[in-house]
């Protein structure tokens, strides 16, 4: 096996060579350095990450105009979708990923846009498999959700309005905090969800226990820590917000937040096992977190025209059939709990109909991710 292994990789050399070679002979003069840039970062070399002197050399050319970074993108998604190596698809991935962080505005909003369709399977990795011996197979469940996590950090970032974690969006991320106060509630449960979202994708990191030491891994690992302190503050600052407005929710964005508040506080065992980051702004978010879920505990409307108020309550307890339903009669004004694992909604049956569609919607299709 071990043959095997060395076999492949001088393989790989060969082959990093020859393309190399095939590059400067085919290559018009004016997209050569871009074809040799993406080459020389994504190697077959299995557990080196890309050269940092390569990356800052690939960048640098993503400041240049729109046309180049149009084209550098497009070859290194050419070089992504082609290649059935598991060490070059990563290396392309994380080169991706140093664009999204520090890439110049036009590298990013070229990558932003490539495909034009852009959407799920963005990077056409879901079927990526390279079988050539048990570690390349390890590698390949990274690819596949490597691929994914990076195509949700896309769609968050389009949902913000700028890139999450990037040191080049500073201006972009400045604007939209000090907007946030005018920001309507539903886009503010929308930026949570999405981030959010972003948190679970990197809680789905595969096991490497079998492969540790790998500095590409090791190198992803780092960056993945960059962004779980990115998501940390942009979440920080709308939880602060939503402390200020819990009067002004809806029945539908009660529920629609609480659901967002479990799914964080269910990530955050992972979180803790993957990164020994130990900083103010994490344990702030978690007491936040906590204290916030708690204020929106239970949701009651009352008879006086559907108004809404949110009452604070603690955990679920433990409750039989014939004492959540009574006497298994309902009557005008009477209220129907429904139980949960994390809360309890309370609904007055003789005013529901004041509910609009889309919070009654909202409401049940919470209830039913809770108890399945």
């Given amino acids: 096996m071990e043959r095997k292994t060395k076999f492949r990789d001088l393989i790989g050399v060969i082959k990093d060579k020859a393309s190399l070679s095939k590059a400067a002979i085919i290559s018009k003069p ?9 080459l020389r970062a994504t190697t077959h070399s299995p557990s080196t990450p890309p050269d940092d002197t390569h990356l800052t050399k690939l960048l640098s050319l993503g400041h240049s105009s729109r046309a180049t970074a149009s084209a550098l993108v497009e070859s290194l ?6 290649t059935g190596n598991s060490f070059v698809a990563l290396k392309c991935l994380l080169t991706i990923h140093h664009i999204i962080k520090r890439g110049s505005f036009i590298l990013q909003d070229q990558l932003s846009v490539f495909p034009a369709t852009g959407g799920r399977n963005y990077l056409k990795l879901s079927a990526f498999r390279d079988d050539a011996n048990a570690t390349t197979w390890a590698f390949s469940v990274w690819v596949r959700w490597y ?20 040191s080049s ?9 000090e907007s946030i106060p005018s920001f309507v509630n539903v886009d503010l449960i929308r930026d949570v969800d999405s981030v959010v979202a972003v948190i679970e994708e ?11 030491g790998n500095k590409l891994l090791d190198e992803i690992m780092g960056l993945l820590g960059g962004d779980y302190l990115s998501a940390v503050g942009e979440i920080s600052l709308r939880l602060s917000e939503f402390n200020e407005r819990l009067s002004c929710l809806s029945f539908g964005e009660s529920v629609e937040l609480i659901s967002a508040l479990k799914r964080l506080e269910d990530s955050k065992e992972r979180l803790m096992g993957l990164f020994s980051i130990k900083k103010a702004s994490t344990e702030t ?16 409307v009352h008879t006086d025209g559907g108004q809404l108020q949110l009452v604070n309550v603690g955990r679920r307890e433990m409750t039989s059939e014939s004492a959540r339903l009574g006497e298994g009669v309902l009557k005008s004004g009477d209220s129907i709990v429904f ?15 004041h509910l609009m ?4 919607i909202s409401f049940f299709i919470v209830l039913w991710n809770f108890n399945t």
Wanted: hydrophobic share 35%.
């Fill in 169 to 177: 969006s500073t201006v972009e991320k400045e604007k939209r905090d």
């Fill in 147 to 166: 691929g994914r996590y990076l195509e949700t950090l896309l769609s968050t970032s389009r949902v913000l309005g700028f890139f999450l974690c990037s």
């Fill in 77 to 82: 998604m050419d070089r992504l979708h082609r």
């Fill in 357 to 360: 569609e889309h919070d009654l």
């Fill in 285 to 300: 978010l978690w007491d936040s977190t906590r204290e916030l879920k708690d204020r929106v505990g239970m949701v009651q």
């Fill in 202 to 212: 990197i809680c789905k990191v595969p096991d490497s226990f079998h492969i540790n």
């Fill in 339 to 353: 139980s949960s694992t994390s809360i309890r909604l309370v609904v007055q049956i003789g005013t529901i109909n």
């Fill in 30 to 38: 004016k997209t050569l350095s871009l074809y040799l840039a993406v």
